[in-house]
């Protein structure tokens, strides 16, 4: 049977600005109802429970060396929240499977784990928006396959062009993982090489050089030459300059993507382009060079 794609991307939060809201400051709210509309109420309710108990033991965590001046307890409380946050990470995951299953969404276990540990509010963004919409929910899953596949209008209307790999589906490609994470110049020319925008590319490639060579100048060169106000000031300067040179690096990742997504005529925004080059950097570099390479291939 044929899998769709989300209605709504990992970062189209903004979308729904209550859900977006709710999402990140409520959590418990979306996830609860996400949990009924799906038909599985006890999932949503361990999620909600696990999450309040991590809530609860944070604020303990930074209020017991204030309170009761002794670091150890707040110290194995760290522990036991860490265990509990990994619980949560596991049920959270089974619960967006259960939304992929029940709207028959493409993906794998393993990018909707990725996806709940690192954009948990986004992912629940995600999911609450997907399932408020209640086209499909009165469909048997057989009867709407039959129904795509007949009505061509509805196809037009609900069908939308998406990247062939997700956000974090890195280890389809381990080559291009690795790549895209340890030396992310080569995959970043190959994309701007495939969309004609190789000076942009070489634009990114000189803004991350830059990043890496103040970052070791302000870690092993300048403690061994400079000391007290002077290092201070020097650092400080570094920092600005490293601060603006990332913000640079980010407006023009952001273009290169909205280049690839226009030369494929994929669906999406610069809002959640931005999102996506700024939180999730690796990983984007590496869905877009698949997604280029993919193309190369199918030319040959």
């Known amino acids: 049977m044929a899998k769709t794609q989300w209605r709504h991307g990992i970062f189209n939060c903004f979308d729904d600005i209550s859900t977006c809201l709710l999402s990140f400051l409520l959590p418990c709210l979306p996830i609860y109802n996400t949990s009924l509309q799906i038909g599985n109420q006890n999932l949503g309710i361990l999620c909600v429970i696990l999450l309040t108990i991590v809530y609860v033991m944070n604020f303990v965590i930074d209020i017991w060396p204030i309170v009761a001046g002794s670091s150890i307890i707040a110290s194995v409380l760290s522990i036991v929240c860490l265990v509990i946050i990994v619980a949560y990470t596991i049920f959270r995951t089974f619960l967006r499977i259960k939304v992929r299953d029940h709207k028959m969404i493409d993906g794998s276990g393993l990018e909707d784990c990725c996806l709940v540990f690192w954009c948990s509010c986004c992912a629940t963004a995600q999911e609450s928006m997907e399932v408020k919409n209640n086209i499909i929910s009165s469909i048997q899953k057989l009867e709407f396959a039959n129904f795509v596949m007949d009505s061509q209008n509805y196809v037009d209307q609900e069908t939308v062009m998406a990247f062939q790999y997700g956000l974090f589906s890195c280890f389809d490609d381990m080559k291009t993982c690795l ?38 100048v302000e870690s092993y060169v300048l403690p061994l030459i400079f000391s007290g106000k ?70 040959l």
């Open 179 to 216: 790549q895209a994470t340890c030396i992310p110049c080569i995959p970043l020319y190959r994309i701007s090489s495939h969309v004609k925008k190789r000076s942009i590319g070489a634009i990114l490639i000189l803004a991350l050089i830059l990043i890496f060579v103040i970052n070791v």
């Open 230 to 299: 002077i290092l201070n000031s020097l650092m400080l300067v570094l920092s600005v300059v490293v601060l603006i040179d990332y913000l640079l690096f980010i407006c023009f990742r952001t273009f290169l993507r909205i280049k690839v997504r226009n030369s494929k005529s994929i669906n999406g925004n610069a809002m959640s382009d931005c999102l996506t080059v700024m939180l999730c950097s690796c990983c984007s570099i590496a869905q877009e060079a698949k997604e280029v390479d993919e193309t190369n291939y199918s030319t």
